[in-house]
């Protein structure tokens, strides 16, 4: 509950604070801040503790006592915004969301606050888009940009988390019309691109939401954000990437369960953040299970802010494009990543396998960046269209029509280290396709087992120093 003084400040602000019985204050840390726990993750490089907010003992602001209605969003659109605004007041608070279904838009969150679903509640998020303007501060496959809000959005804050058994479900009404590409929609990634890329553009004049742009916001990001806790939440359908720390430092993502199988819908997508941990979640995805990602081209060498040390570990993966991605928008440069102890499970084969490869990297001659020192252990996987290990150089996709190469920077690849890998039937084992102007460097696979292998094992084009013991038993 808050104190006297957070109360005083909450009323000249106009916002009703509730008196709930039998509350004590909450006293926060010296800092005006929660209390944190560290995290401690082993990995193959020197992995900092993650500090993460502890929320044990802050107290609890239930949306029904800040006007909530069940099957009302307008109602507990407003409840939620008072609440959390009521806790971040208070020094820190937990925002719960009771049992029941809950209509409502964005969920801006604030610092030392975390919202709360409980087991049996469900949030589901408005399919309008008016609902998610004015446009935020955002960003668009690795360029900035003002686009519609995220469904759920903090800016610029520390100590803040999602957490509880409950579900997030986005209605993908107006979204699943938006997964097409009309040329309105390609016109506009143009205009973005050469805003960003070519042109200079102030972020906050790059207004994404005129006209038929369509670009579809993130479900969850965390934009700038510090001590970041997302745990045991269920994650269902979204617009576009469900969960993104974007520029963030010291995240941890555990028991997650997402499912969502629509366009662009990887699972995390950690951009420019350092201090990453994803632990045993689950992935029934659209499109990769993780991605790291940081930024694209003149945008990100801007920023200049690497990804660096990310551990995902523990999880399983149901379905997906690649198991561990890494780029292609990687400007920024990726460094320190562990997958240990992941799971493919697609053991129902009347269904048709989406899993490309178990470590894919991909760049292009545009992005610039590096990639170094990247782990992967004690993963196994059924059946897999692709293979263990892929790179690839050259990935454009829909950019390498839409735009021209406006600067033109290779992206140096090295320290792929692969090991403990059992898979039953791939495609392939490894396949690397480096550049001849910058070859690969440094690649290493050690108890690497294919059962069944349906094409050329072993594919490399401009690598230095492959250090192949794979065992492919055909």
Known sequence: MPSSLSRRALLRAGVAVPVLAGCQAFMPGSAGTLPRSEVRVDAPFTMPAIAVPDFSGAPRFDIVTYGAVRGDQAATGTALARAIAAAHAAGGGVVVVPAGTWPTGPIHLKSHVALHVEDGATLLFSPDPRDYLPAVSTSWEGL????????????????????????????????????????????????????????????????????????????????RCR???????????????????YLCRDVVIRRVDIAAHGHNNDGVDPEMSRNVLIDQCTFDQGDD???????????????????????????????????????????????????????????????????????????NERRGGFVRNIHMTNVSATRIKGGVLAVETDVLYQWKTLVPTLERRLTPIEGLFVSGIRVEDAGFVCRVKGEADLPVRDIRLRDVAVRTVRGTPVVTEHVQGFDNRADVRA
């Open 144 to 223: 900035e940009c003002m686009n519609y809000s995220p469904l759920v959005y903090a800016y610029e804050c520390e100590n803040v988390a999602v957490t509880g058994r409950g579900t997030l479900r986005a209605r993908l009404d107006v979204w699943k019309q938006w997964y097409a590409r009309p040329q309105a929609h390609m016109d506009a990634l143009v205009a973005l691109y050469n805003m960003a890329c070519r042109d200079g553009v102030p972020v906050e004049r790059r207004d994404m939401t005129a006209g038929q742009a369509n670009l579809r916001p993130h479900f969850i990001q965390f934009n």
């Open 227 to 245: 001590q970041v806790l997302v745990e045991d939440i269920h994650i269902v359908d979204s617009p576009f990437w469900v969960l993104h720390p």
């Open 289 to 363: 299970a993780v991605s790291v990602k940081s930024g694209r081209d003149r945008d990100a060498w801007r920023l200049g802010v690497p990804s660096r040390n990310i551990v995902m570990r523990r999880c399983r993966i149901k379905n997906g494009h690649q198991l561990m991605a890494i780029g292609s928008e990687l400007s920024g440069g990726v460094e320190n990543v562990f997958v240990d102890d992941c799971h493919f499970d697609h053991a129902d084969s009347s269904v048709p396998s989406t899993i490309n490869n178990l470590l894919y990297v991909k760049t």
